[in-house]
């Protein structure tokens, strides 16, 4: 399976983008989705995940009510949708993919990763 992450770029604080990412290879209902993030000199972290069906999403604290995740199995695609951006969500973002039916933080457990999408917020 191959998954390839689209729609970042420079946005201003207070504004939305949404990140795109396209499973291919097998049917992307076949997979729960997470979105994690590595901003310059940190760790990768967790931002968001959806299991197969989209009927369950996990957040991290750090984006809850302002980031949505939600998938369309018809376009293979999972969606983030990341509204009232702060300077600190700037970072590249990575879609990955799990068989496991649920949405996980835990990184050592996603099977499948994209290569990334720079989201930069300015101030």
């Known amino acids: 399976v191959q998954l390839q992450a689209s729609g970042g770029g420079v946005e201003q604080a207070g504004k939305s983008l949404r990140l795109s990412c396209v499973v291919s290879g097998r049917s992307s209902s076949s997979y729960a989705v997470g979105w994690f993030r590595q901003a310059p000199g940190k760790e990768r972290e967790f931002v968001a995940a959806?299991?197969?069906?989209?009927?369950?999403?996990l957040y991290a604290d750090s984006v809850k009510g302002r980031f949505t995740i939600s998938r369309d199995n018809a376009k293979n695609t999972v969606y983030l949708q990341m509204n009232s951006l702060k300077p600190e969500d700037t970072a590249v973002y990575y879609c990955?993919?799990?068989?496991?039916?649920?949405?996980?933080?835990?990184?050592?457990?996603?099977?499948?990763w994209g290569q990334g999408t720079q989201v930069t917020v300015s101030s």
């Open positions: 990955a993919a799990r068989s496991g039916m649920a949405a996980i933080q835990d990184m050592g457990r996603w099977d499948y």
């Open positions: 959806i299991n197969r069906s989209g009927g369950s999403s």
